[in-house]
């Protein structure tokens, strides 16, 4: 399909200047259809001499699988064929399914030999990514046409949660939240599995000296404890409608799955076992407790594509089937967001069965903005509005936790920014204190 190019439309504007004077004196007329003519008949010569596909050879190169929220790059390989022409130059534009951030997709280039170009992408979502058509404008040696063609390059990549922040890292800093009540926590309690004798220090509980060691050595020794490994912890994920909003411009649900990754990470590290169950009205993934890195990608794998559904989400089914086949003692841990004080009393019911064979952790999302309206001093009658309802939501999270906590249940809310961090801190508090 023929392009004129900007430099070809530019002539035929200059043509119409003669025109206009053809109107006054039309014995210029003739000199004026001799230009449009060979104007016309030079973009026509330019189209079949531009180049044609089959002098390049066109691979795109992406990572098959991508990760949420960081900008990934994705390359495209130009190469001419010497044969049929010695360099080609022109505009491409790639194409990716709509929501992603795109930069660079289109862009002019010049080939002589081999060229890779790049273009990033950066996804606000998990799930699936369709690359389409390539668009092609290949240059005319007059510059005055461009031949248009399209690639197909189909291609597909999975948009996985990032999981640069489940590295060892991350962990420090979510531990580093609160460094001197845990160093407090450490003294007081450092887990109930044996781990190994060392010499006594000055300052060491007397309680934990071991003395068959100490008879034995001649000198004092301890025991020294770690937090129990080969526990089981289950994560819950709640996938009903609570979820389906955003905030700080990233859907809940991809907060949640976040989180949901950084305690798989942190419990598989401590040497527990680890189940997910997204859920909504129905189960929609189940994947049983172990252990291993394996696990880790297998969660991960079951994760990336799951999404919030406009139902009421069903507790009692999903805790069904989480405890269907055993009822081994569990960390119960249920990622959701509490704004809704019918749908928690649910929650209650079935978290109260829980306890005390289980113990039940809630880890909800809080909204920065809806606590800063209630707490700002109103200056237009619509504010005094909002104001009022974001104190009604504040109160019925803060009724709904104190319930919650009353039936046995340990809850953490956290904004965006903290919520994975919140719960892998209370993950790593109950197995300090041997709680499980």
Same mark, same amino acid.
């Given at each position: 399909?023929?392009?004129?190019?900007?430099?070809?439309?530019?002539?035929?504007?200059?043509?119409?200047?003669?025109?206009?004077?053809?109107?006054?004196?039309?014995?210029?007329?003739?000199?004026?259809?001799?230009?449009?003519?060979?104007?016309?008949l030079l973009i026509a010569i330019d189209f079949l001499l531009a180049?044609?596909?089959?002098?390049?050879?066109?691979?795109?190169?992406?990572?098959?699988?991508?990760?949420?929220?960081?900008?990934?790059?994705?390359?495209?390989?130009?190469?001419?064929? +010497?044969?049929?022409?010695?360099?080609?130059?022109?505009?491409?534009?790639?194409?990716?399914? +709509?929501?992603?951030?795109?930069?660079?997709?289109?862009?002019?280039?010049?080939?002589?030999?081999?060229?890779?170009?790049?273009?990033?992408?950066?996804?606000?979502?998990?799930?699936?990514?369709?690359?389409?058509?390539?668009?092609?404008?290949?240059?005319?040696?007059?510059?005055?046409?461009?031949?248009?063609?399209?690639?197909?390059?189909?291609?597909?990549?999975?948009?996985?949660?990032?999981?640069?922040?489940?590295?060892?890292?991350?962990?420090?800093?979510?531990?580093?939240?609160?460094?001197?009540?845990?160093?407090?926590?450490?003294?007081?309690?450092?887990?109930?599995?044996?781990?190994?004798?060392?010499?006594?220090?000055?300052?060491?509980?007397?309680?934990?000296?071991?003395?068959?060691?100490?008879?034995?050595?001649?000198? +004092?020794?301890?025991?020294?404890?770690?937090?129990?490994?080969?526990?089981?912890?289950?994560?819950?994920?709640?996938?009903?409608?609570?979820?389906?909003?955003?905030?700080?411009?990233?859907?809940?649900?991809?907060?949640?799955?976040?989180?949901?990754?950084?305690?798989?990470?942190?419990?598989?590290?401590?040497?527990?076992?680890?189940?997910?169950?997204?859920?909504?009205?129905?189960?929609?993934?189940?994947?049983?407790?172990?252990?291993?890195?394996?696990?880790?990608?297998?969660?991960?794998?079951?994760?990336?594509?799951?999404?919030?559904?406009?139902?009421?989400?069903?507790?009692?089914?999903?805790?069904?089937?989480?405890?269907?086949?055993?009822?081994?003692?569990?960390?119960?841990?249920?990622?959701?967001?509490?704004?809704?004080?019918?749908?928690?009393?649910?929650?209650?019911?079935?978290?109260?069965?829980?306890?005390?064979?289980?113990?039940?952790?809630?880890?909800?999302?809080?909204?920065?903005?809806?606590?800063?309206?209630?707490?700002?001093?109103?200056?237009?009658s619509r504010a005094a509005y909002e104001r009022v309802v974001a104190?009604?939501?504040?109160?019925?999270?803060?009724?709904?936790?104190?319930?919650?906590?009353?039936?046995?249940?340990?809850?953490?809310?956290?904004?965006?920014?903290?919520?994975?961090?919140?719960?892998?801190?209370?993950?790593?508090?109950?197995?300090?204190?041997?709680?499980?």
């Open positions: 399909m023929p392009v004129p190019t900007t430099r070809a439309l530019w002539l035929a504007a200059l043509s119409l200047v003669p025109a206009a004077v053809a109107l006054l004196s039309p014995s210029i007329a003739p000199v004026l259809i001799a230009f449009d003519v060979a104007l016309a180049p044609r596909l089959d002098a390049l050879e066109i691979r795109r190169v992406v990572e098959p699988v991508l990760s949420s929220g960081r900008v990934n790059l994705v390359k495209l390989e130009l190469t001419v064929h +010497p044969e049929r022409s010695r360099g080609v130059t022109g505009e491409l534009r790639d194409w990716v399914t +709509p929501g992603p951030a795109i930069e660079g997709h289109r862009q002019r280039f010049s080939v002589t030999g081999t060229t890779v170009l790049e273009w990033r992408l950066t996804p606000s979502t998990r799930g699936d990514l369709q690359f389409g058509p390539l668009t092609l404008r290949l240059d005319g040696p007059l510059g005055l046409c461009m031949r248009r063609q399209s690639v197909a390059l189909q291609q597909s990549a999975k948009v996985f949660p990032d999981l640069s922040v489940l590295s060892r890292d991350a962990l420090e800093l979510a531990r580093a939240e609160d460094q001197v009540s845990r160093r407090v926590l450490r003294v007081r309690a450092e887990g109930r599995e044996f781990e190994s004798l060392r010499e006594y220090r000055p300052g060491d509980d007397r309680r934990s000296i071991d003395w068959k060691a100490t008879a034995r050595r001649g000198k +004092p020794f301890v025991r020294q404890h770690q937090p129990e490994r080969n526990q089981q912890v289950i994560l819950l994920l709640d996938c009903g409608r609570h979820m389906a909003g955003e905030i700080d411009g990233r859907r809940k649900l991809d907060h949640a799955v976040d989180a949901a990754l950084r305690l798989a990470k942190v419990a598989l590290d401590q040497g527990d076992l680890v189940g997910v169950l997204a859920f909504g009205r129905d189960v929609k993934r189940w994947l049983p407790p172990r252990k291993g890195a394996e696990q880790l990608r297998a969660i991960a794998q079951a994760l990336y594509q799951v999404e919030a559904v406009l139902e009421e989400s069903n507790y009692g089914a999903a805790m069904d089937q989480a405890f269907a086949r055993g009822s081994r003692r569990s960390l119960v841990i249920v990622l959701t967001d509490l704004v809704d004080p019918e749908t928690a009393g649910a929650l209650l019911l079935r978290t109260r069965r829980l306890v005390p064979r289980h113990l039940p952790m809630i880890v909800s999302l809080q909204d920065e903005a809806v606590h800063r309206v209630a707490t700002d001093v109103p200056t237009t104190a009604r939501l504040e109160r019925d999270g803060e009724a709904t936790v104190a319930r919650l906590r009353e039936g046995g249940a340990r809850v953490v809310r956290g904004t965006p920014a903290m919520f994975a961090s919140a719960g892998v801190s209370a993950y790593l508090d109950i197995k300090q204190r041997g709680l499980l």
